[in-house]
Each structure stands twice: as structure tokens, then as C-alpha cells.
């Protein structure tokens, strides 16, 4: 059974329609991809999957259940995380008091979680009593990331983790996602910067309006000329 | 222009309300009633315009009525002998001059820039310098405002037609109104209703402890009307004559709203309230627009208020409420159909005449109350029982504006708009 | 000296103690704004409903105070705040919660917030009527002077029961609030709400649950602010709008959102107001006799009392022209 799957979802705001039947499936292992010119509906269908707009026709399922439009709380309680593109980090809080607030649903003592979260982002630890709206953009990106990770989430979604960074800071990053991937979670993300993105993709989809143009793994996606002629600027 | 079956039945109700109030309470009465609802619809038109079709909040509509009426007070009433004839007048504008002169100070103190000064010592400068000015022109008036009182009692009016009164109160509405709009309309919305709030309670303690400008609490009446008064041609003539002035200026006033509303400038208006971000980006200048709105609307209040004030016969400075001036006119506004001309005309006369009927309705239930609570219970009613009953309307027009948002946010007629496709 | 114990009298005790009574209706105004996003027009009505709760609170139990040694009024006010909290609860839960779930635009909420406070005010003078009432019932205020080790000084400082009190409760207020607010959960989660609310809930965050506590300390420090001010005064049923204002300028002047902001503020509107009234000429006497062609009129002050109101409400245009963000770099907005 898929860790999520969509199944031929449409959705959009204020009744007209962005995505127009969009499919994808991935498994707990792996890391999928979604990447597509401007407009092709890549963060509308991560929103959708989380509840954040209304989905008209299809369904979304996670490990079989059925998660269409559910608000984002509940899902949150399902075992996802969500790490939105902007305006990610409590800007005000301290980085520790960030994690803190991922955690806010459980009611256990998740110290061990906060000590994970310092071992994938070292950077963060020093910074713990830091206000997050003093890091950098890349710092922000991972306190936003650990901030998901605090529930043990099974399911990743990131849009556009590396958007704005410095090269060395989005490679940082996506060596990061494969590191959490490795320890069991599933992530799901959208990337403008499409070739680094699909090169550590288990599963990519190649999305152009609203709708799936190509679906494979990530390499092959990378190497097929006609998505490298289209998408991924030759 | 059809008119809709929903707003012909709305439309027929209140026609056969005021048919009734007619039947109940006689003509003289029942013109009054009418008269005021005209100058209160005046007053909704004015707020329509900045609620309805720019979505601003006025919580001070209270402050441009009075303003209004004192305005038109100064102009039209008589000229006082008592006044002029001495040398107060000359005392007075000596005060002024004083008060000019600082003006005059202060400002060269600000462009004591071009000549190297620096901010550093140009600040404190500006700001001791104001305020020994302020208090210099202060302590010079008050012997003059005490004498303009003892000797004079106030200084009367201008003695001109009533309408330039109308026309000037509208006019320093505005004035006013840019002021306000100048400073808040860049902000947040909620901070325009606190500072309208904040000026309305202002003008309101000027007005009111100004004796020699106003009279204050002492009030002055009568005050003189555009059309011949009662003791002319009787009670029911006047007021009907008052009416159709009245009733004109609206027709006038709907007719140019129309005119604005399908213009451009009222579609980009329209188009600012439903989506700030996107008109901004398309390069409308939103707060411009915002402030040409806000000021059209308290002028509409300005004059509003001095029609209702000069008919009122009487300059109250204390007369002035919140309830009855400002949220009144609020549930007008949003029962009738916020940026809905025609709705806001229907709530203005509809809510009124409920509003005027509600008092001795208030009094009567009040009364059974007191009666059948001393009968059954020995209840010993407290004697200021028939004021807190007409406090109690209060509460019934918090529940008004309440039950509207909630259940009706677009009032009984909703603002039509045109999609293009 | 004398002079200088009046003016210590009448602008730092009295600026102190107004101040204290904004700072604390203040914070209440900030949280809401921080959280809920919308000026709360009905919060000056819910001080005075509190102070209307302990009104009543006194007059069934008058004697319980003098048995403690307290006002009978400030000994009732903690169960008046809990009153008064549940009802603002029970107000969000029937006047705002639909809108707010509407997504109506802040200014629609301003709105509903009048319609509430015009609620309120209605039914406290239906039942308390429009005359000014004392909370001091069965006791008495007890005022102390305090005499000054100082040669010169034939004044006495002056300070009453109630403002002691009322100093004291704000200390403990905002040491409560501080705690509240950067040690439990459900503070953090209120300034997590209040820097980013649509992060807050993709978070998990219980957005109801954080609305509600809001609501509990707004009403709860609604319920003191007025309880305290009628203490030090009179309870006065129509006060609404004339308090308003300036505590609306103290919660901008403190940086909207930010409650230590508010309790700067509250001070700073306070001393400003009670400066700006005081009559100089009672200060400057000394200095008439000392240069005989001085002429001081009888009343040299800034502002007559009777325009107190235009205080705030310049304050407010002020760091509105300068500082829309508050001293205290509030939420920008």
C-alpha cells in the first residue's frame, strides 16, 4: 500500500479549477519529486494534500485511509508535516520554542525528538536560543523542517525547500531530505530547481497544467531528452 | 432600471408604515418624523459611500454632525450687537494674529534646515518653542473668551443664508476628514475607526466647553431655516417645505452617486475594497482613492448634520450621541445594503421611524412591567426606571448590527455588482 | 519642597495610577489584536460589566472584606474575573466565532465588537443605571500620608488603599503573564499565533483552544482594569468610549501585539495625560516671588481638564504619523 496516494485530484480556489486530474503515489521509502514550469499546479497540489484548499473531485489517501480535505490539524495528528515555501519560521520565537510549537500536539515528553531534530541540523543547536527571524534563509529552511519533523511524521511535505538559497546551502538541504528519508520518512516536495531535485528522487512527476506529463523515477526523468527538452532547460 | 419584486415589496412595507404613523400620530408629527428620517438618510448616503463602496470605518460620525451643525449655527444665526459693537472683536483677532504668528514661527523653525541647522538641535527647538507659543496664545485667550462671555455671552452668528452654513459645514467636514484620512488611511482599517472615534469625542468636549464660540450647555435656538418657519405658515407647511428641500438635495446626491458608482472612479473604488493587493499592482494609487472617498462621504455628513441640526431649531452641543449619531446611522447603513444607495435611503427612513416609534414603545412595556411587577412581586421600581428603559434601546441596536452581520452581511438590498466577464 | 511633593502627588501617583489602569486594559486589547486581528471596540464595556459583577459580588457579602482587612470590592474581584472571562468566552463563542470562520475581512470584526459593546452597555445601565456608584460599601478608603524625613516639607505623600492595591495587582499580573506567556505550552502557542497564524496551524496548533485563553485573560484583566478604577474612583456606567481611546493609544503607542509594549504604553499615556493637566502655577509660586515681573495667570496648563480626551488622542496621531509600529516594534501592520 502507498504511504500516500492522490488519485486523479482536482482542485483550486474560489471555484476555478488549478489542478485538473492530477495522480501520484510514493512509499514510505522513498522521496518524490514535483517539479513543472510556473502555474503547472505543483504547490497547489501540496496544499491540497494538506487540506489547505478544496479538493472538487478525486481523493487523496494516506496508507489507504481517506485524508480528502481534512483540515490541517487533523492531518498533522495523522503523521504529516507540512513546511510551507514563505513565512515558514516563527519569526519572533527562539529556534527551541520553534520546535516546541511542532510538537504542540503531543502531550509526552519529546526532548529525545528535539535532540534528533539538533542531530540532522547541528547548525541549529547553537542557535537554539536564538530568535529564528534573526537566521539566515537557509537556517530559517531547517528550523522549518525540524518544526514539521517534532510529530515524527511518516509524511514529508516540503514546498520548494531550497527556494532563494545559496548552491551550498541547497545542497545542505537536500542532503538533509535524504537523511530523514533514510530514517523512515516519506517526503514529498516541489523543486524549481528541478535537476538537483530529481537526482535524489526515488519518484518524480513532471506536472504541466494542472495535470501529470511524465511520471518515473527520477533518474529516468533525467535522462528522457524530451523532459530534459521541455522542462528542464536542455 | 427595473426594480425587483423583493425591493417593490420592501419598498410597499415601508410605504405602508409611514401610512400608519400618519393614522396614529397625526400629520404635524408625522411630517417631523420624515423630515429628520430625510436628514438621517442624508447622513447614510454619506456613510454608504465610505463603508459600502470603500469599506472604511467611521466611528465618528457623530463628530461630522456636529461639526456640521455648529458650522451652519455660526453662519446663519443672527449677529450679536452685543458683540461687535465693543472692542472684543478686535481683542479676539488679536488672539488670532498671536495664533498665526506662532503658526508662522514654528514653521520657520522646521526649514531651519536649509540653513545647516541640525535635526539634532532643530527638534527640541521646534518642540519648546511650540509649546511656549501654544501656551502663550492659550493664556491670551482665555481672558478674552471669559470676557467675550460675561459681556456678550457668545458671539453669535455671521447672519447669513442658511445654505452657505450648509455648504460650509460640509466643506470643514471634509477638511477635518482630510486630516484624519491623511494621517490613518495608509494603516490598517481598524486604526481609522479608532481615531474617527477619538476626533468625534474631541469636537464633541470643543464644542461643548467653548462657551463663547457655542454657548455651550446653554445651547442657542432658534435657529433660522432655509424655508418659512411654523409661526409663518403653521406646523405642517413648514415641515413639508423643510422635507422637500431635503428630499431634493437627496435626489441630487442619489443622482450623482449613481453618475460616480458606474463611472471609472467608482469601479476602481469598488475594485480597490474587494482586492487591495491586486489594484495596488495594477497601479492605482489605493490610498488616493481611499481618501477622496472618506472625504466625499464626511462632506455628505457635514451637510447631513446641519440639515438636521438646523431643523432641530436648536445647536446642542451636548445633544450629541454616539448611539443616536454615529451607530444609528451604522445600522441604517448595514441593514438597508452597504453600497447599496437605494437600500441605504430604505434603512434610513425604515430605521428611524422604528428608532422614534421605540421610545414610547420602550415606556409602555416598562410601564406594564412596573405595574404588574409592583402588583404580583411589591417590587419597589427604582424612580430613573423610564431613563434605563430608553438606555435599554441601546442594547436593541447592538443586537441589530450584530444579527446583520451574522445573518444578513449584505443588509436587505444587496449592493448589485456587475460581472464582466 | 512642598511644590515639589505636590507635583510628585498630582502627575507621578495619579499619572501612575491612570497609567496602570490603561496598561492593564491595554494588554487585554493587545493580546485580542495579536490573535484575533481586530480592534476589540467592546473591551472598555467589559471593564466596566466587571466592575458592575463586583458591584453586585459586594453588596450580597459586604461583610467579607472588613473581616479580611481588604475592600470588600478587591476581595470579590478574583471570582468577578472568572465571571467576567467566561463571558467574554461565551460573547467570541456567539457574536464572533461565525464570523471568524467566514474569513469577513478585521474591519467587519471592528464592527461586530460594536455591536457587542453597544450590547453591553445597554443591559449595565438597564440594571445599574447611568449614576455614578461606590464600590465602598461596608468599608471605608483608607488613605495614607506618608510624611517625608525633610526639613522644608510640610506635605504629607498621599497615597490611597486602592492604588496600592492597584500597583500591586499589575506587578502580579504581568509577572503572571510573563511566566504564562514564555513557559507553557499554550502561552507559546499564543505568541506563535500571534507572530504567524496559518503557520500556527499547519502546525497542529489548537487555534480554538488558543482563542479561548485569549478571551480568558483579556476579560479576566478586563474585569480588574475596571474593578480597580472604580475603586479609585467611582464605578461609572458610561464611561465606554472615554476610556476607549486612550487605552487603544496605549496598546499602539506599545507596538500592537506585544504586551510588555502595552504596559509601557499604558504609562506613557497616563503621565502624559496627568502632565498635560497639571496646573504649573502651583509649582511655579516660588519662583513669582523671587522675580516680581513674572505675572503667572491662576491656570497654566497645557490642556484644561476638560479636554483631557485630545491627550490620547494626539498621542495616537503621533506615533501613528512617525511610528505605526508602536516604541516596541509591535506586529507591522
Redesign the interface.
Known amino acids: 500500500m502507498a504511504l500516500i496516494e492522490c488519485k486523479n485530484i482536482h482542485a483550486g480556489y474560489g471555484g476555478m479549477n488549478i489542478l485538473n486530474g492530477v495522480n501520484m503515489a510514493i512509499e514510505s521509502s522513498e522521496i518524490g519529486v514535483i517539479v513543472g514550469p510556473n502555474g503547472a499546479g505543483k504547490s497547489t497540489t501540496l496544499k491540497a494534500i494538506f487540506g489547505l484548499l478544496n479538493v472538487s473531485e478525486g481523493s487523496i489517501e494516506l496508507r489507504g485511509d481517506d485524508i480528502t480535505n481534512l483540515a490541517p490539524d487533523k492531518l498533522v495528528h495523522k503523521g504529516m508535516g507540512f513546511v510551507p515555501q514563505e513565512h515558514n519560521v516563527f519569526i519572533s520565537m527562539t529556534v527551541e520554542e520553534n520546535l516546541e510549537m511542532g510538537a504542540f500536539i503531543r502531550r509526552d515528553d519529546f526532548s529525545y525528538m528535539l535532540e534528533r531534530v539538533y542531530s540532522f541540523f547541528p547548525d541549529l543547536k547553537d542557535k537554539r536560543r536564538q530568535p529564528a527571524g534573526e537566521l539566515s534563509g537557509g537556517q530559517r529552511q531547517m528550523v522549518a523542517m525540524g518544526r514539521a519533523l517534532m510529530v515524527e511524521p511518516s509524511l514529508l511535505l516540503l514546498d520548494e525547500p531550497t527556494a532563494g538559497l545559496s548552491p551550498l546551502y541547497m545542497n545542505e538541504i537536500f542532503e538533509r531530505v535524504i537523511a530523514i528519508n533514510k530514517s523512515g520518512v516519506g517526503v514529498l516536495m516541489v523543486e524549481q530547481n528541478a535537476k538537483q531535485a530529481l537526482r535524489i528522487a526515488h519518484k518524480g512527476f513532471v506536472l504541466a497544467a494542472g495535470k501529470n506529463r511524465f511520471t518515473d523515477t527520477g533518474q529516468n526523468l533525467l535522462n528522457d531528452p524530451e523532459v530534459a527538452k521541455s522542462f528542464l532547460g536542455g | 432600471m427595473q426594480l425587483p419584486k423583493k425591493d417593490i415589496i420592501l419598498f410597499s412595507l415601508l410605504a405602508a408604515l409611514i401610512l400608519i404613523v400618519f393614522a396614529s400620530q397625526g400629520s404635524a408629527y408625522s411630517v417631523r418624523v420624515l423630515a429628520e428620517a430625510s436628514c438621517y438618510a442624508i447622513l447614510a448616503l454619506g456613510l454608504t459611500i465610505q463603508w459600502g463602496y470603500a469599506?472604511l470605518?467611521n466611528?465618528g460620525i457623530m463628530g461630522f454632525v456636529a461639526l456640521g451643525g455648529f458650522i451652519t449655527m455660526l453662519f446663519s444665526f443672527p449677529t450679536n450687537d452685543d458683540f461687535w459693537s465693543t472692542d472684543l472683536p478686535g481683542q479676539l483677532g488679536g488672539v488670532g494674529l498671536k495664533a498665526l504668528l506662532s503658526i508662522a514661527i514654528v514653521y520657520g523653525l522646521t526649514q531651519l534646515k536649509r540653513f545647516g541647522v541640525s535635526k539634532k538641535i532643530r527638534l527640541p527647538l521646534i518642540i519648546i518653542s511650540s509649546?511656549i507659543l501654544?501656551?502663550w496664545v492659550v493664556?491670551s485667550l482665555?481672558p478674552v473668551a471669559k470676557a467675550i462671555e460675561s459681556e456678550a455671552g457668545f458671539i453669535g452668528g455671521f447672519g447669513l443664508p442658511v445654505w452657505v452654513g450648509w455648504l460650509f459645514g460640509g466643506a470643514i467636514a471634509g477638511g477635518i476628514a482630510y486630516f484624519i484620512g491623511h494621517?490613518?488611511l495608509g494603516?490598517?482599517?481598524?486604526?481609522l475607526?479608532?481615531?474617527t472615534?477619538?476626533?468625534a469625542?474631541?469636537i464633541k468636549?470643543?464644542l461643548?466647553?467653548a462657551d463663547w464660540l457655542t454657548r455651550g450647555t446653554l445651547t442657542v435656538s432658534p435657529l433660522p431655516w432655509p424655508v418659512p418657519q411654523a409661526g409663518d405658515i403653521g406646523f405642517i407647511a413648514a415641515r413639508a417645505a423643510y422635507l422637500s428641500v431635503t428630499a431634493v438635495m437627496i435626489a441630487v446626491i442619489y443622482f450623482l452617486l449613481y453618475r460616480a458608482y458606474n463611472a471609472p472612479w467608482g469601479r476602481t473604488m469598488r475594485a480597490i475594497r474587494d482586492n487591495e493587493n491586486s489594484s495596488a499592482a495594477m497601479g492605482k494609487d489605493v490610498n488616493r482613492r481611499r481618501l477622496e472617498v472618506f472625504i466625499l462621504g464626511s462632506v455628505l455628513m457635514g451637510i447631513g448634520g446641519a440639515a438636521l441640526v438646523t431643523f432641530n431649531g436648536i445647536f446642542d452641543p451636548s445633544g450629541f450621541l454616539?448611539?443616536n449619531h454615529t451607530?444609528l446611522v451604522?445600522v441604517m447603513v448595514?441593514l438597508g445594503g452597504a453600497g447599496n444607495n437605494k437600500g441605504t435611503i430604505f434603512g434610513a427612513v425604515f430605521i428611524y421611524i422604528i428608532w422614534i416609534m421605540s421610545e414610547p414603545a420602550a415606556l409602555f412595556l416598562i410601564d406594564i412591567a412596573r405595574q404588574l411587577g409592583s402588583a404580583w412581586f411589591e417590587w419597589q421600581p427604582?424612580g430613573?426606571l423610564d431613563?434605563?428603559?430608553l438606555?435599554?434601546?441601546?442594547?436593541?441596536?447592538?443586537?441589530?448590527?450584530?444579527l446583520v452581520?451574522?445573518y444578513a452581511?449584505k443588509g436587505l438590498f444587496p449592493e448589485k455588482v456587475a460581472h464582466h466577464a | 519642597m512642598n511644590e515639589f511633593i505636590f507635583f510628585f502627588n498630582s502627575v507621578v501617583i495619579n499619572g501612575a495610577v491612570i497609567g496602570s489602569i490603561y496598561a492593564m486594559g491595554a494588554i487585554g486589547v493587545t493580546l485580542v489584536?495579536g490573535i484575533l486581528r481586530?480592534?476589540h471596540?467592546a473591551h472598555a464595556d467589559m471593564m466596566t460589566l466587571g466592575a458592575f459583577l463586583v458591584l453586585i459580588l459586594t453588596a450580597l457579602f459586604p461583610a467579607v472584606g472588613p473581616a479580611i482587612g481588604l475592600p470588600t470590592a478587591f476581595v470579590m474581584m478574583p471570582l468577578a474575573m472568572v465571571a467576567t472571562a467566561f463571558i467574554a468566552v461565551g460573547i467570541d463563542k456567539l457574536?464572533y466565532k461565525?464570523?471568524r470562520e467566514n474569513n469577513?475581512?478585521?474591519?467587519?470584526m471592528?464592527?461586530?465588537s460594536?455591536?457587542?459593546?453597544?450590547?453591553?452597555?445597554?443591559?449595565i445601565?438597564?440594571f445599574a443605571?447611568?449614576?455614578t456608584q461606590s464600590l465602598y460599601i461596608d468599608d471605608r478608603k483608607a488613605i495614607f500620608r506618608i510624611d517625608l524625613p525633610f526639613e522644608s516639607a510640610s506635605r504629607n505623600l498621599v497615597v490611597t488603599e486602592p492604588q496600592l492595591l492597584l500597583f500591586l495587582s499589575l506587578v502580579f499580573a504581568v509577572v503572571a503573564l510573563h511566566l504564562f506567556l514564555n513557559k507553557s505550552r499554550l502561552g507559546k502557542a499564543m505568541r506563535a499565533m500571534s507572530d504567524n497564524p496559518d503557520l500556527a496551524k499547519v502546525s497542529g496548533i489548537n487555534t480554538n483552544t488558543v482563542v479561548g485563553v485569549t478571551w480568558i485573560i483579556a476579560g479576566a484583566l478586563a474585569c480588574a482594569a475596571g474593578t480597580l478604577l472604580s475603586l479609585d474612583v467611582t464605578l461609572k456606567p458610561d464611561l465606554s468610549?472615554?476610556i476607549?481611546?486612550p487605552i487603544?493609544a496605549a496598546a499602539?503607542v506599545g507596538g500592537v501585539g506585544s504586551p510588555y509594549g502595552a504596559l509601557a504604553g499604558g504609562f506613557v499615556v497616563g503621565l502624559t495625560e496627568t502632565l498635560a493637566v497639571f496646573n504649573w502655577t502651583f509649582v511655579l509660586r516660588p519662583l513669582e516671588q523671587a522675580i516680581p515681573a513674572l505675572d503667572l495667570?491662576n491656570t497654566?496648563a497645557?490642556v484644561?481638564t476638560?479636554?483631557k480626551?485630545?491627550i490620547?488622542?494626539f498621542i495616537?496621531?503621533a506615533i501613528?504619523?512617525w511610528r505605526?509600529t508602536g516604541l516596541f516594534k509591535g506586529k507591522i501592520?
Open positions: 469599506g470605518f466611528a509649546a501654544y501656551l493664556t482665555g494621517i490613518c494603516l490598517r482599517s481598524d486604526y475607526a479608532i481615531a472615534l477619538g476626533i469625542e474631541i468636549a470643543f461643548k466647553n454616539p448611539l451607530f451604522w448595514i427604582p430613573d431613563s434605563r428603559a438606555q435599554a434601546r441601546v442594547f436593541v441596536i447592538g443586537l441589530t448590527i450584530s452581520l451574522r452581511p | 489584536f481586530f480592534a471596540f457574536f461565525k464570523l469577513v475581512k478585521p474591519v467587519v471592528v464592527m461586530a460594536v455591536g457587542v459593546t453597544l450590547m453591553l452597555q445597554g443591559l445601565r438597564f443605571g447611568t449614576g468610549f472615554m476607549l481611546l487603544f499602539i495667570p497654566l497645557f484644561p476638560e479636554y480626551i485630545t490620547p488622542f495616537l496621531l501613528l504619523i505605526p501592520i
